[in-house]
């Protein structure tokens, strides 16, 4: 397995994971076009002034809640044989079950992970955030997990 280590004194091993290029343009793409069906849809009731205004606050939203998630999204990831694990930007290290998968060829894996206590999380992990053969291997071991769940 050819992948990048991220050195951290608390942790022995991880996947390093960039940020993905195609879940950036994504959002991206989606504020805009909901910045755009917002003005338009405002336009015809209130004008155009107000319309701007509108958009640019639903932009300004969107944009800081796109944010936000991506700043969430792990720094590093690693799996074994049942569990996965994920480390933050404080070098806090998070296990969880995969408790559901779906891929979508080959560009984007969702994986859906549960924790000790119960609570689940969706996380993204989009092909050029990893390198070809770790997603293969991720994409391998969410499929054989999740269906201990099924």
Do not use: K
């Amino acid at each position: 397995m050819a992948s990048a280590s991220v050195e951290r004194p608390h942790r022995s091993e991880g996947i390093a994971m960039r940020p993905s290029r195609f879940l950036r343009g994504a959002l991206v793409a989606f504020v805009g076009i909901a910045g755009a069906a917002v003005f338009e849809c405002v336009r015809g009731y209130a004008g155009g002034f107000d319309a701007c205004v509108a958009a640019i606050a639903c932009v300004a939203a969107l944009g800081l809640g796109a944010l936000r998630w991506m700043r969430r999204l792990p720094v590093a990831i690693d799996v074994h044989a049942d569990t996965f694990t994920t480390w933050d930007r404080g070098g806090d290290a998070r296990h969880w079950r995969i408790a559901g998968c779906a891929q979508w060829g080959g560009w984007l894996l969702a994986l859906t992970l549960r924790a000790e206590t119960g609570r689940t999380r969706t996380l993204l992990i989009a092909a050029d955030s990893i390198d070809s053969d770790t997603f293969r291997q991720i994409a391998v071991s969410a499929r054989r997990a999740a269906r201990a769940y099924l």
